[in-house]
Every structure is written in C-alpha cells, then in structure tokens.
C-alpha cells in the first residue's frame, strides 16, 4: 500500500511541476532558514571550541553604578581589583579568570598592515578555556611576576605576520609599541565568542593602566568555572549576597547609590546584554517566547498556502477519489492516502531543506565572512526538521484530504 | 442476487425537486446477464450506481445477496463494494498516474492482499483480456478499446460477485465492442458472474438474458431472450 501511496506521490509530483515547485519552494526554504538560524543559535550559544566548559561557567560583564536620584548611571565591564576583591574571593567556584573586552592594533608584518584584536588575561583564562595549542604553551603567573614581555597569537596572525606555515615560536612581535616575544600558537576562534576571541593574547600585567585602576569599572570580563552545572546557582547566590555590601565610589559630582551586577550563564549574559538589558523577569524566557512566536508565525504561513495548493490539487483528482471509492476505498483509507502523500512530499521538501542548508552552511564557512566560522548541522538539527516537515505535512494534508474523502464516490466519479 | 424494492430517487436543489427513479422494484437472479436500456437521462446510470452502492435511493429497499444494506455504514460499504461488485465505466475511469498493472490491481489494495499476490492476480486478469503485454504502459498509451480492457480486468480481480457495467461498449467501435462483450459473456458464463450493463445498443442488449428499458425514471418493460 505505502508503495503505491509513494509512487503515486513521485508521478503527482513530476506530473505537477509547478506544484512541485511551489510546494517544495516553500517547505524547503522555511526549513532551511529555521535551521540555518538553529545552527547560528548553536554557534552563539552552545558549548563551542575553545569554550569547552560553557555549560558551567558563569559570566560577569557588566557593572552598573547608578545614581537613583538623578537616574545617572555608569555602566560597562569590570576592573581587575573589583574582579581580585569580588569574584576571585568567592568559595564556591572551582576557578576564576578574567579576559579583557578586544582592543585593535595596527601592525606591520610580512611586508603588509594588519589589524589585529588583542586581549589581555590573567593565567586562568588559559586553563579554564581549551584552546589548542599548534606551537608553545600558555603563560603563567611566573611570566607574569618576572614582568615578561609575552605574548600568545593564533594561526592566522602567525601565518599573516611572520608568513604561511613558518614557525613563529620565541620570535618577536610588535604590538602597541611593545615587542613581545611569542610563547604560544593557539587554533584561532571565531570572533561571534566574544569572551575569548582575539588575534593576539597578552599577560596583564602588559597592559598599562588597568593593573593599578581601583575604579570598580574598567576593561575586563570575569569568568566563573564551577566544579559542577548544579553548583552555579550557589555561585550566583554567594555574589549576589556580596554585591549589596560593595562600598560605592564617587566620581565628583556623580555619586551612585546603588549597584547592579550581572553573573550569568553564557546565554543570559549575552541575551540581556543585547535584547531585554533593563527587563524584569528571566531574559532566556522572553527570548524563547519571542523565538517560538516567531518560528509559528514564519511556518504557518507556507502551512497556509499548503492547504489552498492541497485543496485545489486534490479537487483536481476528484475522479481518481470517486475511482478509489468504487474499489473499496473507505473515506479514512483516502485521508490515509494523501496524508501520506503529503507527509512524503513534505519530508522530502524537509531533506532538500538539508541539503541547502548544509550547503549554505558550508558556503558560510568557506567564505571568511565570520573568520574560523564552525556552523554545522547537528543531529538534533536535523531531527528537529523532519518533525517539522511531519508537522508541515500534517498541517496542510489533513484538512483538504478529509474534505475531500467525504465526497461521495457518484459525485467524484464525475470529476 | 440483487433486490431492488420501491426504489426512488429524488435530486433536489433550492427550486427544483427531479424525480430521477420511480419506485423501481426489480430482482436480478445471481448468475444472471441482464441489459438497462432507455434515452438518455432516464435514470439508467442512477439506477446502476445505487446498485454498486455509490448513491443512495431516496426511499426503498435495496438487498445484495440477502444482506439490506441500508444500515451499512461508510467502512461496511466500501468493504461490501470491494469484495462483491466490479465496475466498468463507459469511460474507462482508469488512474493516469498509475501503469496499467497498478491500475489492476487496485481493488486488491483495499484487502490487504500481498504485492507478489497482487501482482500475481493482476497480471491473471490482464491475461484474460488479452492485455499481458502491456502492463506497464500507462493509460494514455493505449486505445480505447485497451483501457476498457484494462477496466475489465480491474473489475474481474477480485472475483466479485456481481459487475456492473456502465456504456461498456459506448465509447467503442463495433469491432472493439463486439470484442468487449465476448469477455463479458465468458465471464458470465464461466464463473457464473452477475453481469447489469447499462447500453445504448440493442443489439449488444439482446445477447444478454433479459432486458428492462426504463422511460423517465420508471421501469416500462422487462423481456427475457433465449442465448
């Protein structure tokens, strides 16, 4: 039976080409925007190279110092004494680090300018993150105390300073003035991590002002390892319980009452940062919530139009319905029947939609519009578009198949 | 066989009220040939359609091997249709789509019969018709008088008990007709099938076993011939 259903579909299919077309157009290209925004959703927010430990890591960005009174308010990332005092002091986290927001540097190197990001970190950036080290290891605290002139690059930089595949181990490179010797070639990132990406990376201690800044704000980020997923929510609350108790700092005129912090899962520091900043209520939650209208709104529409198609394809084959009827066919085996066409249609509109998405996502990668792109289609992916094609197919064969199986077979025979 | 008791058939529309059947009583012997003739618009079709179940009398009784079949609901129905009654369409009815071996074997499709079974049974009818070499070329590559072969055939699959027959030979010339109505009578003949064919042609309706003409909607006479 599945058989005749599936050759039937294949000869409506080719003998309706624009149909076909239509049909296929349609289911084919929501699917493969839905996934290709799953996969930048992976890309920005699951656990990715090098941060192999997303999953249980907290997030300090931003801190606010307001002045209730007038409404004033300074806001943006930390210092490293606010970090030192307030964060690295917390009990319950497995290790601490921090990484400065990316600056830009002009540089010459192999004959050519380049512009290149660079960050500063402490030690523990570099054993909290798994970056893959191509040449050389991570500086550690022993650079740092012997005040070394260090720095750690990644394979773009070396191959693009000192040139294609040559070794860059223990030579220099000039970076804000300073040449410093390079200890370490890492695999580079993309920059969409924006924690950790960054062309060059320096010690600390390199940086100018920033190591003896007592402000509470200044250039860095903190990032917070639990031993485990479940301890994060006793993190936050240890630093939560501090922050109120933070002694305030005033700036002449400007004198906050009040600070606000953030520690936050990876997901959340970056959606309240970029979409709900000043939001009450959990920003993962309206996030999904305007997600999920979205992703409704954009497939019920080719749902829609199925249903129109469907219904005038299958009034089209009325008399194969009355034929089928005098043969035997009850009114659920015809449902049946172009349910499963529908649905086989729809799958196969569903495994087009992967095959253009990969090969968008590969395009993607190659074309260097996002350097060290990785967007990939995972299986979950691909699981979540078949049963959105199921769900298409559903949708638009259902209701036309049911009209019309309840024609009767004397009035469909006439066609 | 086939019992038809006080059949009448009312088509209605907001201002109009047709009577398209006149209590039509009418017995049908099993193993019978029996011909329907009248002018166009009598009611012939009608008649035939609600002895293969796909219409509804508005009144009275209609009985298929002993069984009423008025309280027969959709899933009864098409069982019933698909194990007792073949249909032949003057216009062959044929699924385009499909080649002529999956357009035999439809009736099969619906008694969960096997593939290898149905195929087997398919190529059987296409067999008696004559049609063996052309079970895979699809409707539009065959003449008319093949289609209705192939309907033929379609309709003998499943060895039913009964075959209506709708203009079987209307659409064909002479020669073909002559042809198409050799295997209806063989079939009749050799497996004892119940054969109504409704026709245009008397003398295609004399080598039947009786005839009934109807004159609008109601029956006017029944002769019965000696084959």
Not at chain 1, 190 to 196: N, W
Not at chain 2, 92 to 107: A, F, G, Q, R, T
């Amino acid at each position: 039976m599945l058989k005749n259903y599936l050759k039937i579909t294949i000869t409506v299919m080719r003998r309706r080409k624009m149909f076909t077309f239509i049909t296929l157009f349609g289911i084919s290209m929501t699917l493969s925007i839905l996934i290709v925004l799953t996969a930048f959703y992976e890309h920005l927010f699951s656990t990715n190279y090098p941060e192999i430990h997303r999953d249980r890591s907290l997030y300090a960005t931003v801190l606010e110092e307001v002045e209730s009174e007038s409404g004033g308010m300074r806001r943006g990332p930390m210092s490293i004494s606010y970090i030192n005092k307030y964060l690295k002091t917390l009990k319950t986290p497995e290790k601490v680090a921090f990484a400065s927001i990316p600056n830009t540097v002009n540089t010459y190197g192999n004959g050519k300018k380049l512009k290149l990001f660079f960050k500063y970190s402490d030690p523990v950036f570099w054993e909290i993150m798994g970056f893959e080290f191509l040449e050389g290891k991570a500086f550690t605290q022993r650079e740092i105390d012997n005040n070394e002139s260090v720095a750690i690059i990644n394979d773009q930089t070396r191959d693009d300073y000192f040139g294609k595949g040559l070794p860059a181990l223990g030579k220099t490179i000039e970076i804000n003035g300073q040449n410093l010797r390079v200890i370490g070639v890492v695999r580079g990132c993309p920059i969409t991590r924006m924690v950790v990406a960054a062309d060059v990376y320096l010690p600390y201690h390199l940086q100018k002002r920033d190591p003896n800044n007592q402000d509470m704000n200044g250039s860095y980020y903190a990032i917070v390892l639990a031993r485990s997923e479940a301890d994060l929510p006793a993190i936050q609350r240890e630093y939560f319980e501090i922050v109120p108790r933070i002694p305030l700092q005033t700036y002449g005129e400007f004198k906050p009452d009040r600070l606000n912090a953030n520690l936050s899962t990876y997901f959340d520091s970056l959606v309240q940062d970029t979409f709900f900043r000043t939001g009450e209520g959990s920003a993962r939650t309206r996030f999904y919530i305007f997600i999920s209208l979205f992703a409704l709104l954009f497939m019920s529409l080719p749902a829609i139009n199925l249903v129109n198609i469907n219904i005038s394809r299958i009034l089209e084959r009325s008399s194969e319905i009355g034929i089928r009827k005098a043969f035997g066919a009850s009114s659920w085996t015809l449902v049946a029947q172009f349910v499963i066409e529908n649905v086989l249609l729809t799958l196969f509109g569903g495994l087009v939609a992967i095959l253009l998405s990969a090969g968008f996502l590969w395009w993607f990668n190659q074309s260097g519009l996002i350097d060290y792109a990785d967007l990939t289609i995972n299986w979950t992916v691909v699981l979540v578009a078949l049963v959105l094609s199921l769900v298409f197919g559903l949708m638009s064969g259902v209701y036309p198949a049911w009209r019309m199986s309840r024609l009767p077979a004397v009035e469909a025979l006439k066609g | 066989m086939i019992q038809l008791t006080s059949i009448e058939k009312v088509y209605r529309t907001d201002t109009v009220e047709t009577l398209a059947l006149n209590n039509i009583s009418l017995h049908i012997d099993k193993g019978e040939f029996l011909s329907i003739m009248g002018p166009s618009g009598c009611g012939k079709s009608t008649l035939l359609n609600i002895m293969g179940l796909l219409d509804e009398p508005t009144t009275g009784q209609l009985s298929i091997g002993h069984q009423e079949i008025k309280q027969f609901n959709d899933r009864t129905i098409s069982r019933f249709r698909n194990q007792k009654i073949g249909f032949i369409f003057q216009s062959y009815h044929l699924i385009n789509d499909l080649p002529v071996l999956d357009n035999v074997e439809l009736p099969l499709l619906y008694r969960n019969v096997s593939g290898k079974e149905r195929r087997r049974l398919a190529a059987e009818a296409l067999e008696k018709v004559g049609l063996s070499n052309r079970m895979q070329h699809y409707p539009s590559q065959l003449s008319g008088g093949q289609k209705q072969r192939v309907a033929i055939a379609r309709a003998i699959v499943g060895q039913p008990e009964i075959i209506l027959a709708d203009e079987p030979t209307g659409n064909l010339d002479s020669t073909m007709g002559n042809e198409i109505m050799e295997i209806l009578e063989q079939l009749n003949r050799a497996d004892q099938t119940t054969i109504v064919m409704v026709t245009h042609d008397e003398n295609m309706a004399r080598r039947t076993h009786r005839l009934v003409r109807l004159f609008d909607g109601s029956l006017v006479s029944s002769n019965t011939f000696v084959n």
